[in-house]
């Protein structure tokens, strides 16, 4: 079992930041990859960006060079710094994390509303 808390969502201005962080515990060793994704009132999850175990990043081509992926494996803790953002930016965002073996997320946090006003 793997448990994510999310947070450093919320409310900016088009063109401004913000910073998302998501804590792990439990069988973390077991983790293969982990990553954001956001979801869109009526739409299906979509991934925003990934790491890996070993470190490699992939991102959406909709937030490419406008976010970074990142991870503190002392404090157990991955980031999402967002800058330039845009309103349709806007959606609830999730820290997944995929299990060694697994080839779907298979762990989710509770998600965190993003609010990006023009």
């Known amino acids: 079992q793997v448990q994510l808390v999310e947070s450093g969502g919320g409310l900016v201005q088009a063109g401004g930041s913000l910073s998302l962080s998501c804590v792990a515990s439990g069988f973390i060793f077991s983790v293969s990859a982990m990553g954001w994704y956001r979801q869109f009132p009526g739409k299906q999850r979509e991934l925003v960006a990934a790491?890996?175990?070993?470190?490699?990043?992939n991102y959406s081509d909709s937030v490419k060079g406008r976010f970074t992926i990142s991870r503190d494996g002392a404090k157990n803790t991955m980031y999402l710094q967002m800058n330039s953002l845009k309103p349709e930016d806007t959606a609830v965002y999730y820290c997944?994390?995929?299990?060694?073996?697994?080839?779907?997320?298979?762990?989710w946090g509770q998600g965190t509303q993003v609010t990006v006003s023009s």
């Open positions: 997944g994390v995929k299990s060694l073996g697994r080839r779907d997320y298979d762990y």
């Open positions: 790491i890996t175990r070993g470190g490699r990043t």
